[in-house]
């Protein structure tokens, strides 16, 4: 049987994410961790697990494929393809909540609600309203609140008792969900939060009748009518978010701020010091965190932060201790610091990455001093800090009663090592099923030229020292919404290393912008988000090329990227063809206007205020400058990035005589690996490469 590519291996694997273990949550009591991952490194149905940490013996509670009906050893051989078949049309579990006990574990499949009793492994279909969305239940794990084609509903655990709880008052209302602009760039994915007895909830009503409408169409299938949207492009209007104490019963009390002032809403929550908030100004310079009251929806300032440039949202923040102490971040001078009631208890130089969560008055954070390195730490007013990571990589973990699971990502493994400590016992691994990848990484990684820009050079694994100068393919990311250089093996990664073994030296570097190097360093970008980017660079790709003599043929560099750094690739042809010979510009921003209020506006301010800043980074403005060989590619799906960009900025090459390629993505949306579509999108873009770098 012969060998399967690396490419074909990254689609079948979805980036060596099938297998891992995902979303482990530890029960009170320490004893039991519940877990999501699928039973091989090719299967993308997750199933929910339970490990019993005295015994190190797992249990399958759920495989959405039992939830079908009858056990596969009692079917027939034609019955057990079709079961697999359906199976993994489902997509089985994509996330579950417990309630605090972590006794009842609730899911959506397939547009329907379960729920499991994880002593048991009991599950069971309830009869909820609709097609089902973020079910949760109550802390006590009485009740269950879900979405339901905008209305958020509750329904007994047991099944009884199904109603509307807040309902859409207006043809663009819903209640309970996050609205475009907070999924997509404050990364608060809900719109819900129970009070810890069960008894009420905090609620967001989002009303987007004066957002803007886009139109998503299908070329390729023109019977079907376009998709209308609500999009919040860069100077328009937002949807507006209201706060609302919501009774079991249906009735509701108004959570009051000025809204007039502080229009976005990151973060809310209900712990047991009560309901709270965090409001934005629509320049993203001021937060405050609000203390929320119960009874009538007033609220009190706990906490004020300001910054010239935008005050950044981390991870997990606000969030409070069980003491009620609250957490939240400073930014002091070249550090990101954590603070427990306005104190900062990390030193200088450890850059905060998120919180993950409180255990008391214990703290479990991310956090790091080399930029490459994210490691997990801990702080106790009793104890201080203290790092609970030590490997080289790429740290996460959950705490709970004192037992941390602690996930581990580095460079010699493909996914992630997930393991289990409790005080005074021994460690328990948790098995991961991920594949091994076909290729393995050549990697050196540099911190190069007087700004120590982090790089990782990808060779490929027949070079050998005296052959030939290498082509160059710079292969970055480089924006503020990921960091690429990272001492973690992944999709990426191995992507990388694929262009190398196909005859390139592959360099991938983190510039201006970047998180992980503090909170200066990311406001580089403040004002012009690409041309510090570019200038960073080139001048790693010059300062690599200085360290290692013969190496690399400056004579021949090409670029590639996708999102934020397709449009990097395109300026990089455009501004400095020079340095760069051939650019493949994968979904591009090419008009910022064309993209969201709260992300575009957070670098470039408001268009209305500053068009000259949209104008400095806008690729339509360079397209009459084009020389060189530029590949532009774009999902018609994509309802990130529209395809309008890709478009207007292939409308205006044209008409400026420049010539170019265009590869449309038919349902193809902004996530390329997703797609089936990836190897033949990854050969076509070498193909492309070889041709106008002089490679065949």
Same mark, same amino acid.
């Given at each position: 049987m012969p060998m399967i590519s690396l490419p074909h291996q990254l689609s079948r694997t979805r980036g060596f994410t099938f297998g891992a273990v995902d979303q482990a949550t530890v029960s009170p009591d320490g004893t039991t961790v519940l877990f999501l991952r699928s039973r091989a490194g090719d299967d993308p149905v997750n199933c929910l697990w339970a490990l019993d940490l005295d015994s190190g013996d797992e249990r399958l509670l759920v495989d959405p494929a039992e939830l079908l009906g009858g056990a596969p050893e009692q079917l027939s051989e034609e019955e057990r393809t079709r079961r697999e078949r359906s199976r993994r049309h489902t997509g089985g579990i994509a996330s579950y909540v417990t309630d605090t006990a972590a006794s009842l574990a609730v899911f959506a499949l397939s547009g329907s609600l379960w729920t499991v009793d994880t002593g048991t492994g009991a599950?069971?279909?309830?009869?909820?309203?609709?097609?089902?969305?973020?079910?949760?239940?109550?802390? @006590?794990?009485?009740?269950?609140?879900?979405?339901?084609?905008?209305?958020?509903?509750?329904?007994?655990a047991d099944g009884t008792g199904d109603r509307a709880l807040a309902a859409p008052d207006g043809p663009e209302v819903t209640f309970g969900a996050p609205e475009h602009v907070a999924a997509e760039s404050m990364n608060r994915d809900r719109g819900y939060w129970w009070a810890p007895d069960g008894e009420r909830l905090?609620?967001?009503?989002?009303?987007?009748?004066?957002?803007?409408?886009?139109?998503?169409?299908?070329? !390729?299938?023109?019977?079907?009518?376009?998709?209308?949207?609500?999009?919040?492009?860069?100077?328009?209007?937002?949807?507006?978010? @209201?706060?609302?104490?919501?009774?079991?019963?249906? !009735?509701?009390?108004?959570?009051?701020?000025?809204?007039?002032?502080?229009?976005y809403l990151p973060a809310a929550g209900w712990d047991a010091h009560g309901p709270f908030a965090a409001v934005q100004t629509r320049d993203q310079r001021t937060v405050r965190v609000l203390a929320i009251d119960p009874a009538d929806g007033t609220t009190t300032v706990l906490h004020e932060q300001r910054d010239e440039h935008w005050v950044q949202l981390v991870d997990g923040l606000p969030a409070r201790t069980g003491g009620g102490a609250?957490?939240?971040?400073?930014?002091?001078?070249d550090t990101r610091r954590l603070t427990v009631a306005d104190t900062p208890v990390t030193g200088p130089g450890l850059q905060l990455r998120a919180v993950l969560g409180t255990d008391g008055d214990t703290v479990l954070f991310t956090a790091g001093t080399e930029p490459t390195e994210i490691h997990l730490w801990s702080y106790h007013p009793e104890r201080g800090t203290e790092q609970l990571s030590a490997e080289p990589g790429v740290h996460t973990g959950r705490l709970s009663g004192g037992t941390l699971v602690h996930t581990a990502r580095t460079l010699d493994l493909a996914g992630p090592r997930t393991s289990v400590r409790r005080p005074g016992r021994p460690t328990v691994p948790i098995a991961s099923s991920v594949e091994t990848p076909v290729l393995a990484l050549r990697v050196l990684a540099e911190a190069v030229g007087p700004r120590e820009l982090r790089t990782m050079l990808y060779l490929p694994s027949w070079h050998r020292t005296g052959d030939a100068a290498l082509p160059v393919l710079l292969?970055?990311?480089?924006?503020?919404?990921?960091?690429?250089?990272?001492?973690?093996?992944?999709?990426?990664?191995?992507?990388?290393?694929?262009?190398?073994?196909?005859?390139?030296?592959?360099?991938? @570097?983190?510039g201006a912008g970047v998180t992980g190097r503090g909170p200066a360093w990311e406001r580089e970008i403040?004002?012009?988000?690409?041309?510090?980017?570019? @200038?960073?660079?080139?001048?790693?790709?010059?300062?690599?090329?200085?360290?290692?003599?013969?190496?690399?043929?400056?004579?021949?560099?090409?670029?590639?990227?996708?999102?934020f750094s397709g449009g990097l690739a395109a300026l990089a042809v455009?501004?400095?063809?020079?340095?760069?010979?051939?650019?493949?510009?994968?979904?591009?921003?090419?008009?910022q206007e064309l993209y969201d209020t709260h992300w575009r506006?957070?670098?470039?301010?408001?268009?209305?205020?500053?068009?000259?800043?949209?104008?400095?980074?806008?690729?339509?403005?360079?397209?009459?400058?084009?020389?060189?060989?530029?590949?532009?590619?774009?999902?018609?799906?994509?309802?990130?990035?529209?395809i309008a960009n890709t478009l207007r900025l292939s409308s205006t090459l044209l008409a400026a005589g420049r010539p170019h390629e265009v590869l449309p993505l038919s349902g193809v949306s902004h996530a390329a690996m997703a797609s089936p579509l990836f190897p033949q999108l990854l050969a076509h873009q070498l193909e492309f490469l070889r041709r106008h770098l002089g490679l065949d």
């Open positions: 599950a069971r279909r309830l009869p909820a309203e609709g097609a089902v969305v973020d079910p949760r239940p109550d802390p @006590t794990g009485r009740r269950i609140a879900y979405l339901s084609g905008g209305t958020l509903r509750v329904i007994g905090l609620v967001a009503r989002v009303d987007a009748a004066e957002v803007l409408v886009w139109y998503l169409s299908d070329p !390729a299938n023109p019977d079907r009518p376009p998709r209308a949207m609500r999009y919040p492009a860069a100077g328009s209007r937002n949807a507006e978010v @209201t706060l609302w104490l919501t009774e079991l019963d249906g !009735a509701r009390r108004e959570v009051h701020w000025d809204r007039s002032a502080f229009e609250l957490l939240g971040h400073l930014d002091e001078a292969d970055p990311y480089a924006g503020p919404a990921m960091q690429k250089v990272l001492a973690q093996q992944s999709g990426h990664t191995l992507t990388s290393q694929w262009f190398a073994e196909q005859g390139f030296a592959v360099l991938v @570097t983190d403040h004002g012009d988000t690409l041309g510090p980017v570019l @200038t960073d660079q080139v001048d790693a790709l010059h300062e690599v090329h200085r360290r290692h003599p013969g190496l690399l043929d400056l004579g021949r560099v090409g670029i590639r990227g996708w999102s455009l501004r400095r063809p020079d340095v760069f010979h051939a650019a493949v510009a994968g979904a591009p921003v090419g008009d506006e957070r670098f470039l301010g408001d268009p209305r205020e500053h068009p000259e800043r949209y104008e400095a980074c806008s690729l339509l403005a360079e397209a009459p400058k084009l020389s060189r060989p530029l590949l532009l590619i774009h999902g018609l799906a994509d309802d990130n990035v529209f």
